[in-house]
């Protein structure tokens, strides 16, 4: 009996996992037809943590336009030039159109360090220069103008930045204050960028792969139901995506093959462990 059990385990969770797979492929909320931007700091961030997101939104028949804006070039043990060669890899192993679809800022007001938080004031002026370059211009912008961006989505790190890295939490207040600022005097119009932001989950659940993917989904559908019964305004869908086998071998690929100077003995648990590496929820982020 121990013996059955013990074999059964793994085979219900492999199920539960590629279920849940199938059904976030076909039924969940997802992003059709949008020019969406990937927003990381250091190159390996989009295979580390953001490979199920990449994949699932770079499929041909999904119509997305993907382009991942790197804000360094992890130069902090001198292999800066060959980290952005691997970055551009990795994001066409990923499903990036091409590698001209990969830009990295080389700013020294964002150094690639473990304790440096970089300024959201500067990073929201860079994202002001990239994506909403009309309100930069000498033309003078009235509060009755529309807000316009050349992006649909961005999408980064949420406030805990998953590992704690300084560098990533950065990146959520440098996107959000750069929303805001898009936003300021314009109450009376909808905000042209969707924000959302890679939820990050307690120690247990980081490090047990895809069997948080059923995990995930359960306790998505217990917020959604509470929120129904409490009769509270309903906040925007968030999205999630879970990999099936075949994917999560190409996020590992790409890590692997691409990221050649990174693959550490610890990274090559992650690629085994990590949720991340299988499951990416995000969450829509409300700008006022």
Same mark, same amino acid.
């Given at each position: 009996m121990e013996l059955y059990l013990a074999l059964a385990i793994p085979v219900i969770l492999a199920t539960a996992w590629l279920y849940t797979a199938q059904v976030t492929?076909? &039924?969940?909320? &997802?992003?059709?037809?949008?020019?969406?931007c990937l927003l990381i700091a250091h190159p390996d961030d989009e295979a580390m943590f953001f490979s199920p997101t990449l994949l699932a939104l770079t499929a041909p028949d999904t119509g997305n336009h993907v382009k991942i804006l790197c804000l360094s070039s992890g130069n902090a043990d001198g292999l800066g030039e060959i980290r952005k060669q691997e970055l551009a890899a990795s994001g066409t192993m990923l499903g990036l159109? &091409?590698?001209s679809d990969v830009l990295v800022i080389e700013d020294p007001?964002?150094?690639d360090s473990m304790t440096t938080t970089w300024p959201a004031d500067k990073i929201a002026q860079l994202l002001s220069s990239a994506f909403s370059p009309a309100s930069n211009s000498s033309k003078k912008s009235s509060l009755s103008d529309e807000p316009i961006s050349t992006i649909d989505t961005l999408i980064t790190f949420d406030a805990h930045g998953i590992s704690s890295h300084p560098n990533h939490i950065s990146l959520y207040h440098g996107a959000r204050h750069w929303l805001s600022s898009l936003m300021l005097g314009k109450s009376g119009w909808k905000c042209p960028v969707e924000l959302y932001t890679l939820t990050t989950t307690d120690i247990l659940r980081k490090y047990i792969s895809a069997f948080d993917a059923p995990v995930t989904m359960v306790m998505g559908g217990w917020r959604a139901a509470g929120m129904a019964q409490r009769k509270r305004r309903e906040e925007p869908p968030s999205l999630l995506f879970v990999s099936g086998f075949g994917q999560w071998r190409k996020g590992q690929s790409a890590m692997v093959k691409a990221h050649k100077s990174q693959m550490r003995w610890f990274r090559w648990g992650w690629i085994v462990v990590g949720r991340y590496m299988v499951v990416n929820d995000l969450k829509r982020e409300m700008i006022t």
């Amino acid at each position: 009996m121990e013996l059955y059990l013990a074999l059964a385990i793994p085979v219900i969770l492999a199920t539960a996992w590629l279920y849940t797979a199938q059904v976030t492929r076909t &039924s969940g909320p &997802s992003l059709r037809n949008k020019r969406i931007c990937l927003l990381i700091a250091h190159p390996d961030d989009e295979a580390m943590f953001f490979s199920p997101t990449l994949l699932a939104l770079t499929a041909p028949d999904t119509g997305n336009h993907v382009k991942i804006l790197c804000l360094s070039s992890g130069n902090a043990d001198g292999l800066g030039e060959i980290r952005k060669q691997e970055l551009a890899a990795s994001g066409t192993m990923l499903g990036l159109r &091409s590698a001209s679809d990969v830009l990295v800022i080389e700013d020294p007001k964002f150094p690639d360090s473990m304790t440096t938080t970089w300024p959201a004031d500067k990073i929201a002026q860079l994202l002001s220069s990239a994506f909403s370059p009309a309100s930069n211009s000498s033309k003078k912008s009235s509060l009755s103008d529309e807000p316009i961006s050349t992006i649909d989505t961005l999408i980064t790190f949420d406030a805990h930045g998953i590992s704690s890295h300084p560098n990533h939490i950065s990146l959520y207040h440098g996107a959000r204050h750069w929303l805001s600022s898009l936003m300021l005097g314009k109450s009376g119009w909808k905000c042209p960028v969707e924000l959302y932001t890679l939820t990050t989950t307690d120690i247990l659940r980081k490090y047990i792969s895809a069997f948080d993917a059923p995990v995930t989904m359960v306790m998505g559908g217990w917020r959604a139901a509470g929120m129904a019964q409490r009769k509270r305004r309903e906040e925007p869908p968030s999205l999630l995506f879970v990999s099936g086998f075949g994917q999560w071998r190409k996020g590992q690929s790409a890590m692997v093959k691409a990221h050649k100077s990174q693959m550490r003995w610890f990274r090559w648990g992650w690629i085994v462990v990590g949720r991340y590496m299988v499951v990416n929820d995000l969450k829509r982020e409300m700008i006022t």
